[in-house]
C-alpha cells in the first residue's frame, strides 16, 4: 500500500505562487507514473500535469507555461510549482501515482486563489 501527502496548500492573492508538495510513503516517485490533478467546486476532477517514469513532462494546456511538476527521488517527493496563480486555479489538488492497474490518491489539498 502506498500513501501520498499532500501540502503547500493555501491562500494566495493573483499573480501570485505556491509549491504544492506530495510526499510518497515508498519509494515510488521515480517508478511511477506521477501526476497532480485538481477539482473545482461544482467540476470533475481534472488532470494538471504528469512526470513518467523516465522524466517526461506534460502538462494541460492551462499549466503549460505557468506550473512545473518536478521529484526528489531521494525524498520521494513530487513538486508542483505554480505561478501566475487566477481564481480560477482555485480547486482542491491531489496527488496521484499509477502504474499498471495500481493506482493511489492523496488527500488533497486546498489552493484558493483570491483577494
Known amino acids: 500500500q502506498v500513501q501520498l501527502v499532500e501540502s503547500g496548500g493555501g491562500l494566495v492573492q493573483p499573480g501570485g505562487s505556491l509549491r504544492l508538495s506530495c510526499a510518497a510513503s515508498?519509494?515510488?516517485?521515480?517508478?511511477?507514473?506521477m501526476g497532480w490533478y485538481r477539482q473545482a467546486p461544482g467540476k470533475q476532477r481534472e488532470l494538471v500535469a504528469r512526470?513518467?517514469?523516465?522524466?517526461?513532462?506534460n502538462y494541460e494546456n492551462f499549466a503549460k507555461g505557468r506550473f512545473i511538476i518536478s521529484r526528489d527521488n531521494a525524498k520521494n517527493t513530487v513538486y508542483l510549482q505554480m505561478n501566475s496563480l487566477q481564481p480560477e486555479d482555485t480547486a482542491v489538488y491531489y496527488c496521484?501515482?499509477?502504474?499498471?492497474?495500481?493506482?493511489?490518491w492523496g488527500q488533497g489539498t486546498q489552493v484558493t486563489v483570491s483577494t
Open positions: 512526470i513518467t517514469i523516465g522524466g517526461m513532462t
Open positions: 496521484n501515482a499509477r502504474i499498471g492497474v495500481s493506482e493511489y
Open positions: 515508498r519509494s515510488i516517485v521515480s517508478r511511477y507514473v
